[in-house]
Structure formats: structure tokens, C-alpha cells
């Protein structure tokens, strides 16, 4: 059962994409969709339980979020994605319900430790405070919401006697050594001219992606000219969140980038510039800066990570059974008819899966 829900969905983490360059926002502007949504019609509670509601606009700030993440990375999120982000998101309110000081205790720390961990995935505090304004959230926010997942994840472990001992992840450790392989990265700069409408992921019209080819055509002969890449990449660059910091991306691996991204930068040498990269994106030209060879990641570097995976394994096979007891307990309901009705589909739909038989279509 995952817990980390905002930390996940709210930050687009490093990459270009093609939904960060219309959320290039500057700071003080006001371009958050559920703000505005919520100036029109309110923000009513969708849940309500004993000692919590949650609100219209606590939910669609997660999944506003993890739409720009989804678009980013060109998927599609699943018909039921919206009430799977509330029912976490009621999770973590009932967890909050039966956490002791102890719990909370525990949660500060492993959430500061998380947003340390999330800063180190940008290139920059800048390039983080950007990413933040893009997605309409303050550091203090996201400190607050990552503070509450982790409070709730400690109290969940607590109830549940999930202890994770040194032994267990060494013994994980030693027995899958496959897993602890880092491959090799490469880090980039690169200059994005988009042929798309990133809202609509349509093609931009054809006399208009002949004008950008020839753009970029003009900036690479200025870069092989000698012209400093960074400051064309401010200047030019049409990737929201690589733009301010000279086009400069996290390193990144195989499988992260689209084919023909990936395939051009680890062709490259050190500061050598890449023929122009035509992407479902647009087009592209990237300056490669250096590659960081495979290695194998030693286990006191992997021993955090390899515990709370396995807690993570023992929560998703204990935890059901008593979110449903506290949900019980703390008599929650879903207020909003939609939201309500889908939930009664996907439990329905579950239920029958566990069963072995087909879902009907008598709820359509």
C-alpha cells in the first residue's frame, strides 16, 4: 500500500516534457486549475469521517499533479485513477486518527529525509522552487502534506508490528544482487522545440513545424559557431523545466527517455553536440556532459531503501483488512454521488475479480 501519494504525484521529477512547458510560471502568478475551479463553485467536503473531511480541492490538487506527471511522461492514467487517489487519500486520514507522538515523531524524520532525497533529483533549488510553482505548491505545503503520509505510514507499521531488521535486508541484499546494479547515465543539456500543443497533444500546424525545424537548424550552426549552449537553452528552449537552468537535465538511464532522446545522448562523447532529434515532442538538440559508468550500489547506500520496500511488501498484505476496520470505526462516507458510485464500481469490480467472476453491467 503505498503512502507516498503527494510526494509521487505533485513533482514532475527531473526530464523534459511536453506538459512543463505550459507550466513554466513565475512566482506570485496564480495558474493552479483547482484554484480557479474552486473560486467557481466552492470546495465542498467529498468525505467526511469522524474527526476529518476531505475536500474538492484536497483531492484535485493530487490529481492535477499527477495528470501534468502522467502527461509528461506520454501515459494515460486509468479510468478509476480518481478514486484510488482518495481512497489513499482517506487512508492516510484514519491512519492520522490513531497516530501516537511516537508516530509522529518518527514521520517528521523520515519526511525530512524525503525532501532531501526529492531535492538531490533536480539540478538546482531553483529548478525545484520552479517545479513546485508550476504544480501550485509551496516548500511549506509539500513539507506539511509528505509530513502527514510519512506520520500515517509510521502509524500504520506501529499497528500492523512491521519491524524490518538489518538482517532481513542484508539477507534481501545478498540474495538478489541483480537489483543493486546501477546502470550507466548519461547528463545532458538539450534545446526542445515543440511541434505539439501540449495541452491538446495534438500537431502543431504544418507551416509551423517547418518555421521550428528551420529554428533549430539556425541554433545548432550558432552552437558549432561556438555560442555557450546554456544560454540558448534560456533563451530558445521550449521545455519548462530545463529552460531556466541552461537546458540541463538529471542523469538519467535507459528506459527513462523517449527512443530517439536516449539513443542520441548516449551516442555522444563528452561535450560533443548531437545532430538534430526529432521526438514525439518535437525537435531536439542535445549537448552531452558526461556519462557515469554502471556500478554496483553498496549496501549501506541501499540498506533505507531496501527496508522500506520490504515494509512496504508486509503492508500490502496486512494493511486491507484494517483500513477497513478504521474506516468502519470512523463511520467514513463519500459525500460526492460520482465519487461514490465509482467507488461502489471499482469495490464491486474487486470483489469479483477475488471471486474468479465476470463484473456485470447492470451498474451502466
Known sequence: MKLNLILAAALVAGGFSAAAATQNVSAGTNANPETAMTALFGDPPVVKGKGFSIKRSDLDEVLSGAKANAAAQGQMLPPDFDISVLNQLITIQVLLQTATAADQAAGKVEADLQYTNLLKKFPSPEAFQR???????TVEELRAKAAQESVAKAALKRALNINITDDDAKNYYNQHPADFEQPELAH??????????????????????????????????????????????????????SKENGGELPEFPRGQMVPEFESAAFALTNNQISDIVTSQFGYHIIKLLDKTPAKKIDYATAAADIKDGLARQKIAKLAPDYIKQLRMEDQVEILDPGLKSLDEKVQ?????????????NSGK
Open 131 to 137: 517545479q513546485l510553482t508550476a504544480v501550485g505548491m
Open 348 to 360: 464491486a469490480a474487486q470483489a469479483a475479480a477475488a471471486a474468479d467472476v465476470p463484473p456485470t
Open 188 to 241: 545532458v543539456r538539450h534545446i526542445l522545440l515543440m511541434t505539439i500543443d501540449p495541452s491538446a497533444h495534438t500537431s502543431l500546424m504544418t507551416n509551423t513545424i517547418a518555421a521550428k525545424r528551420k529554428q533549430i537548424q539556425e541554433l545548432r550552426k550558432r552552437i558549432l559557431a561556438g555560442e555557450d549552449f546554456a544560454t540558448l537553452a534560456r533563451q530558445y528552449s521550449e521545455d519548462g523545466g
